[in-house]
Nanobody, 121 residues
């Protein structure tokens, strides 16, 4: 199984970025999937998750600003991030979480290598 993130970059506060995650080796839409992030010196934390039916869950800081979705056209998982803040600066990781929502890093079975998001003030 390979998990590959893309779409990170540098953006000013208030801006937007769209991350994408492509998976090979399994049918990604048959598993729970999600996005995590890790800032320097901090633990990896959940951001958003989606189940096999497309139902979503968000952490409080992501609710209303971030949108996770399956991109069926490109066979990928996306994370649309709006109204970005400097505190959103982190490496963002895509994960496959088997049979439960990605609400904890311990729920992930497979990880990508991450993509860096930097939000300048």
């Amino acid at each position: 199984v390979q998990v590959v993130e893309s779409g990170g970059g540098v953006v000013q506060a208030g801006g937007s970025l769209r991350l994408s995650c492509q998976v090979s080796g399994l049918r990604f839409d048959e598993y729970f999937m999600g996005w995590f992030r890790q800032a320097p010196g901090k633990e990896r934390e959940a951001v958003a998750s989606v189940d096999k039916s497309g139902r979503t869950r968000y952490q409080d800081f992501a609710e209303g600003r971030f949108t996770i979705a399956y991109d069926n056209l490109n066979l990928a998982l996306s994370l649309e991030m709006n109204s970005l803040k400097p505190e959103d600066t982190a490496t963002y990781y895509c994960a496959i979480c088997g049979d439960d929502y990605c609400v904890s890093r311990y729920a992930a079975d497979y990880w990508g290598l991450g993509t860096q998001v930097t939000v300048s003030s």
